[in-house]
T-cell receptor
């Protein structure tokens, strides 16, 4: 079975440019999470969706960050304009709400470097 | 609110030695507990999980963890470490009320030959 698919795996961009990260969750999963991982802060939850609806975006650092989930099989995380401090690995994860167990399935991440 | 503490940032062991990674959680009721592993350049992969029942749980790659309610701990163990176990290990706690897991800061495992 296909796991969580993220693209691009690596992105290098210049400060001020728009960045769009993409995620395809596991089929049948109805919750989707965006995390950011840095050495300084560890793994931070940015936002999560339940049945395509954003539930909690309190982790989104600034208005420069936005996330959408237009359907059950696709989500985007956009940064506009990007800044060097946004450099991090961004992970998408999905899970099934059934059972409310909290087990997440992670993608391989998108490594963003903003120059 | 639930929280997780992994007291050790780095652990160094020799190949073949035993391993124990510590995890302490804070949560009022019976939690769901997880250990994830992250190899370099990869996403997190679930090693094992505890929901209820037997407090000693077995996971993949020869790992096990024991839930100790009295100590609010869920330590990860392996009797003999292999060089391929070198990775970052994350403990996480979830709950029935909020299925969003809270992750610890991680412990980096270094394995010497």
């Amino acid at each position: 079975d296909a796991g969580v698919i993220q693209s691009p795996r690596h992105e290098v961009t210049e400060m001020g440019q728009e960045v769009t990260l993409r995620c395809k969750p596991i089929s049948g999963h109805n919750s989707l999470f965006w995390y950011r991982q840095t050495m300084m802060r560890g793994l931070e939850l940015l936002i999560y969706f339940n049945n395509n609806v954003p539930i909690d975006d309190s982790g989104m650092p600034e208005d420069r960050f936005s996330a959408k989930m237009p359907n059950a099989s696709f989500s985007t995380l956009k940064i506009q304009p990007s800044e060097p401090r946004d450099s991090a690995v961004y992970f998408c994860a999905s899970s099934s709400v059934q059972g409310n167990t909290g087990e997440l399935f992670f993608g391989e991440g998108s490594r963003l470097t903003v120059l | 609110a639930q929280s997780v503490t992994q007291p050790d940032i780095h652990i160094t062991v020799s190949e073949g030695a035993s391993l124990e990674l510590r995890c302490n959680y804070s949560y009022g009721a019976t939690p769901y507990l997880f250990w994830y592993v992250q190899s370099p350049g990869q996403g997190l992969q679930l090693l094992l999980k505890y929901f209820s029942g037997d407090t000693l749980v077995q996971g993949i790659k020869g790992f096990e963890a024991e839930f100790k309610r009295s100590q609010s701990s869920f330590n990860l163990r392996k009797p003999s470490v292999h060089w391929s176990d070198a990775a970052e290990y994350f403990c996480a706690v979830g709950s029935g009320g909020s299925y969003i897991p809270t992750f610890g800061r991680g412990t980096s495992l270094i394995v010497h030959p």
